[in-house]
């Protein structure tokens, strides 16, 4: 080095450790600021470049990004690299100046042409993302390796990614963990979090939740939201630990305190049930809130359901209605489905079938089976459009073929009824049948009707009865009535007139009129009880005022007898 060159360095050096004061101290002599500009002004490219971060940082000096901009530009145009750099990053963010990724990439690569391990990486991040250049993974490999090769841990941590996703390079889970540790080692917490997810995934490895609760662990202990938001959710399943939702609402509070809005909706959903914390409808709430203002969709779908059935709010249907439309619009079929519901029924609008049927389609058109069911429904009865069977049976179908037991039952009924087809009994029982299975009354109940009386079956009388029992144990008054008919009567059972009043007994409760009605006959005539004329009479009485003209004409008859 010569002498000269020395003392360019010294003078560099010393007015580097200077503390940047005002214009000059007390003594009237110069400010290191005032020295910096003199030096930056007779070409010393160091001042140019330390002026630069001086105007750029606000040190000493206004913050003033073109005048910044400006003494970059001397020195990189005397090749230093940091200024070659810090151009890159004026013109990449759009500080001082338009933002400009052509002329970013530019200074980038004179900066990288020189070695800068960082101008390296960042040219990686634009072909990656296609900022000023057209998307090209191969040449974000390329430099992300160059970057890479020199212990650059944000381009060990990109190229783990590219290997990972398959983008540019062969798909390669194995690679992908190799430079996702090499970046890890050295703290890089999105690397952390990627050796997680191999490990959580068995992707290029064994699947060991071990590992990935390590990695996630380090991760999130150095803030990484992701991998808090994950450790939270393999609390909250058991994946590979004990379960523990207090665990996981810990790394659920620090995610969702950070904004994550995934963990702020679990967060919700863990005060909505209590688990984990004392039960809140009221946080719960805020959280589903914090979550639903970002656009969680399960979240504004759950504030919908609160507002809907009023947990822990005042039940309010328009504000049900405001947070279903904002899920139903990211297309949340539940949320369609139930905005459906409000239309139809009336609830917080004036009902609307048009609209109904409007949210009843979108939501079936994504497969959800209780809307397929009610726009049968809406075909079949003719509410908001014409009547057609044809559509009816098609939206019945649809659902019954996802398991849906009212729609199963009521294509039963229309091909008991023959409507939209010809009358096909044997149809009738296998959709009655199908739906039964699932507990559907009504078709534990229409079963044994055609038992009974040998519709499309061989009548069987023991068949009957058990569809009936079926039904009967479910509360279904019918069920119950017939019962008791099959008891008085003796069909297919030996008769027993104490069965038959407790069942009569059970339908009567429920408002049967023809269980009211027999039950008064059985007091009228003695069977299965003492005759007792008034007891009669008060069941006659009620059959009556129910609607039933046989009760009615009993009533008066046994009043003509002076009772």
């Given at each position: 080095?010569?002498?000269?060159?020395?003392?360019?360095?010294?003078?560099?050096?010393?007015?580097?450790?200077?503390?940047?004061?005002?214009?000059?101290?007390?003594?009237?002599?110069?400010?290191?600021?005032?020295?910096?500009?003199?030096?930056?002004?007779?070409?010393?490219?160091?001042?140019?470049?330390?002026?630069?971060?001086?105007?750029?940082?606000?040190?000493?000096?206004?913050?003033?990004?073109?005048?910044?901009?400006?003494?970059?530009?001397?020195?990189?145009?005397?090749?230093?690299?940091?200024?070659?750099?810090?151009?890159?990053?004026?013109?990449?963010?759009?500080?001082?100046?338009?933002?400009d990724y052509d002329l970013a990439r530019q200074w980038y690569e004179r900066a990288a042409a020189q070695g800068d391990t960082t101008a390296q990486y960042f040219l990686g991040v634009l072909y990656d993302q296609g900022q000023g250049v057209r998307q090209d993974y191969a040449q974000a490999r390329r430099w992300y390796e160059l970057a890479a090769a020199?212990?650059?841990?944000?381009?060990?941590?990109?190229?783990?990614?590219?290997?990972?996703?398959?983008?540019?390079?062969?798909?390669?889970?194995?690679?992908?963990?190799?430079?996702?540790?090499?970046?890890?080692?050295?703290?890089?917490?999105?690397?952390?979090?990627?050796?997680?997810?191999?490990?959580?995934?068995?992707?290029?490895?064994?699947?060991?939740?071990?590992?990935?609760?390590?990695?996630?662990?380090?991760?999130?202990?150095?803030?990484?939201?992701?991998?808090?938001?994950?450790?939270?959710?393999?609390?909250?399943?058991?994946?590979?630990?004990?379960?523990?939702?207090?665990?996981?609402?810990?790394?659920?509070?620090?995610?969702?305190?950070?904004?994550?809005?995934?963990?702020?909706?679990?967060?919700?959903?863990?005060?909505?049930?209590?688990?984990?914390?004392?039960?809140?409808?009221?946080?719960?709430?805020?959280?589903?809130?914090?979550?639903?203002?970002?656009?969680?969709?399960?979240?504004?779908?759950?504030?919908?359901?609160?507002?809907?059935?009023?947990?822990?709010?005042?039940?309010?249907?328009?504000?049900?209605?405001?947070?279903?439309?904002?899920?139903?619009?990211?297309?949340?079929?539940?949320?369609?489905?139930?905005?459906?519901?409000?239309?139809?029924?009336?609830?917080?609008?004036?009902?609307?079938?048009?609209?109904?049927?409007?949210?009843?389609?979108?939501?079936?058109?994504?497969?959800?089976?209780?809307?397929?069911?009610?726009?049968?429904?809406?075909?079949?009865?003719?509410?908001?459009?014409?009547?057609?069977?044809?559509?009816?049976?098609?939206?019945?179908?649809?659902?019954?073929?996802?398991?849906?037991?009212?729609?199963?039952?009521?294509?039963?009924?229309?091909?008991?009824?023959?409507?939209?087809?010809?009358?096909?009994?044997?149809?009738?029982?296998?959709?009655?049948?199908?739906?039964?299975?699932?507990?559907?009354?009504?078709?534990?109940?229409?079963?044994?009707?055609?038992?009974?009386?040998?519709?499309?079956?061989?009548?069987?009388?023991?068949?009957?009865?058990?569809?009936?029992?079926?039904?009967?144990?479910?509360?279904?008054?019918g069920a119950q009535f017939n019962l008791g008919a099959m008891f008085a009567q003796g069909e297919g059972v030996r008769q027993d007139y104490t069965q038959a009043r407790h069942w009569y007994e059970q339908a009567a409760a429920q408002g049967h009129t023809g269980a009211q009605h027999n039950l008064g006959a059985m007091y009228a005539q003695g069977k299965g009880v003492r005759q007792n004329l008034a007891t009669a009479k008060a069941w006659f009485g009620k059959a009556c005022d129910n609607g039933n003209q046989k009760g009615c004409d009993a009533y008066r008859m046994v009043n003509e007898m002076g009772l």
């Open positions: 080095m010569t002498f000269k060159h020395l003392l360019v360095v010294l003078f560099y050096l010393s007015i580097s450790a200077c503390h940047v004061s005002p214009t000059q101290d007390n003594d009237g002599i110069p400010s290191a600021e005032h020295l910096v500009q003199q030096a930056a002004e007779q070409g010393n490219v160091s001042a140019q470049y330390r002026l630069g971060r001086m105007y750029a940082e606000g040190q000493g000096v206004l913050q003033d990004y073109d005048q910044a901009r400006h003494w970059y530009e001397q020195a990189a145009a005397q090749g230093s690299v940091s200024a070659q750099l810090e151009l890159g990053i004026l013109y990449a963010d759009g500080q001082g100046v338009p933002q020199q212990g650059v841990p944000f381009a060990m941590n990109d190229l783990g990614v590219l290997y990972g996703k398959g983008q540019g390079v062969r798909q390669d889970y194995t690679q992908a963990r190799h430079w996702y540790e090499q970046a890890a080692a050295q703290g890089h917490t999105s690397a952390q979090y990627n050796l997680g997810v191999l490990y959580d995934k068995g992707q290029g490895v064994p699947q060991d939740y071990a590992q990935a609760l390590h990695w996630y662990e380090q991760a999130a202990e150095q803030g990484n939201i992701p991998a808090q938001f994950n450790l939270g959710a393999m609390y909250a399943q058991g994946e590979g630990v004990r379960q523990d939702f207090s665990l996981a609402g810990h790394w659920f509070k620090r995610a969702a305190a950070q904004g994550y809005a995934g963990a702020q909706y679990n967060l919700g959903d863990l005060y909505f049930r209590g688990q984990g914390v004392s039960q809140s409808y009221m946080r719960a709430r805020y959280w589903y809130e914090q979550a639903a203002e970002q656009g969680n969709i399960r979240a504004q779908y759950n504030l919908g359901a609160m507002y809907a059935k009023g947990q822990g709010v005042r039940q309010d249907y328009a504000q049900a209605r405001h947070w279903y439309e904002q899920a139903a619009a990211q297309g949340d079929a539940g949320a369609q489905y139930d905005l459906g519901i409000l239309y139809d029924q009336g609830r917080g609008v004036r009902q609307d079938y048009a609209q109904a049927r409007h949210w009843y389609e979108q939501a079936a058109a994504q497969g959800y089976a209780g809307a397929q069911y009610n726009l049968g429904i809406m075909y079949a009865q003719g509410d908001g459009v014409r009547q057609d069977y044809a559509q009816a049976r098609h939206w019945y179908e649809q659902a019954a073929a996802q398991g849906n037991a009212g729609a199963r039952y009521n294509l039963g009924v229309m091909y008991a009824q023959g409507e939209s087809a010809r009358q096909d009994y044997a149809q009738a029982r296998h959709w009655y049948e199908q739906a039964a299975a699932q507990g559907h009354t009504g078709a534990q109940y229409n079963l044994g009707v055609m038992y009974a009386q040998g519709d499309g079956v061989r009548q069987d009388y023991a068949q009957a009865r058990r569809w009936y029992e079926q039904a009967a144990a479910q509360g279904d008054a």
